[in-house]
Every structure is written in C-alpha cells, then in structure tokens.
C-alpha cells in the first residue's frame, strides 16, 4: 500500500518571491516524501473561502504570509499560545479530524539562527537593540525575552507603535521594564554596551533605503542580525561584519522556521544542509 500523496503551501498576496517551495521541496525529495509544496496566491478578502478550500481538498496545511498572518488567526479552531502572545500565526496545521491548528514558528527560527551562527550565544549576554516594531519584531522581541534577555532596547521611526510593543510584553508579568523605548533620533547612542544589534525594519531590503545607522559605538563583540534576507548581505550586515562582528542573515530565520512546519505536516524534522542553503542563495 502506498503512503498518501500530500500537499502543503504558502499562503499571501503577493506570494510569487517566496522561497518556501524550493525549501519544502527539497526536502520532500530528500528525504522520499510522497508530496508537493505550493504557492497559495490569495487576495486580501478571499482568505476565509481559500481556508475552507484547504479542508475541502484535503491540504495537510500551509504557511501564512504577509498580509493574512493576523486575520488567518481569527479562522483558526486552536492557536497555539505563543502564537497568541505573538498576534499572528505562520502556519496551520490542518488534522485528520479537519481541525485547524495555528502556529507561529518565526521566533524560534530567528533564535536558532542566532545559535547557528555563534553556538555560545545568550540572550542574556547583555543589553539588546532591536530597531522595528511590526510583525517581525513582534515575533523577535518576545522569543528575546523568553530566552532570558534582560534588556531589550526598541525604537521604531513610528514611536507610538514601538510604546505600544513595549507596553504590552513589558508593562507586567515577568518581563516588568525589560523594554526601553528610545527615540528613533537615539539609535546611535542606544547601541553602548549592547550585545545584539537586530534590524527587523525594511530599510537595506532590495528595492528600498538603506538602514541609516553608523556602528561606531557598537562593541567589538556584538552580534548584528537583520530578518531581510534579499538582498542577502544587507547594508547593515556589511559594515558590521567590515568591524569585524559576528552577523547573521535572515536566511537563517527562514530556513529554521520551515523545520517544524515540515515535520508538523509530513512527519520528518528535516536538516538544514549546505546544499539547501546554496540552492536559496542561487535565486537571490
């Protein structure tokens, strides 16, 4: 008897640039997986429909992108709690009972990246800045703080939304005054002391600004991590690593977030090889 053919996918508007497919399919061949991954392109408003269609065709599940990773939350039968603690979700996980689950894996990629890179890292190594306050940063702060991270320093150019992050993982609970909001003018002088410099704002991604930061006073060992991974090597992350610091793409965020999605749907938690880290870099 023959395993059954199954099917996942990446859901968004747009969707074409993602490189998730190339992920899942590798591994599916690699490891001889009866299945497909697919681009789900869906139009803001026709999310709740593309849902349903997903149990009626028997879909295992998918990832969520921009722009459905709050509003797919809402549609969910379960959502896993650090999912909720993060507002979104990045993937469902549909049962055999037809349940939809809802799951948030970004934070736990962006960490394992981080470990990646420098197997001795800690998130309380010293104090943290984290430049951004949307869904990335969501995501990123909070797996921050449930490393261990004492002192996150957030700025956004927006403020408000930077106050408004800070107010609700940092106001209460056992993160009580871990988040310092800094004025977006104080980047620079935020940067003492720091051990983790992360960019999750769009600024250096292909096609926009470039990050208008000067790393002059960040020490020598602090790490820099940027969540765009196209272009691979952002403007941030080439001044650093020219200062001689430890710097970690978003490919790494990428590639680890898919693991669990992939054992979640077809049973397998996969490796990340050389081989697949040069098949993504080969369309960047």
Known sequence: MSLPFKMAGVMGWPVAHSRSPIIHNHWLSKYNIQGAYGLFPVQPGHLDAAIKGMLALGIVGSNVTIPHKVEAMKLMDHVDPLAKRMGAINTIVITEEGE???????????????????????ANAGPICVLGAGGAARAIVLSLLDQGAKE????????????????????????????????????EEALDSVSLLVNTTNQGMHGQADLDIRLERLPKEAMVSDA???????????????????TVSGLGMLLNQARPAFKAWFGVLPEITPELRQMIIATL
């Open 152 to 187: 996150i320093r957030l700025m956004n150019r927006t403020q408000s939304k930077a106050d408004a992050l800070a107010a609700e993982f940092g106001q209460d609970g056992p993160y009580k005054g871990a988040i310092k909001v800094y004025p977006w003018s104080e980047r």
């Open 100 to 122: 939809l689950q809802g799951f948030n894996n970004d934070g736990f990629g962006y960490i394992q990246s981080l470990k990646d890179a420098n197997p001795n890292w800690s």
């Open 228 to 246: 765009i991974y196209i272009p691979l090597e952002t403007p941030l992350l080439k001044a650093a690593a020219a200062r001689g610091h430890v």
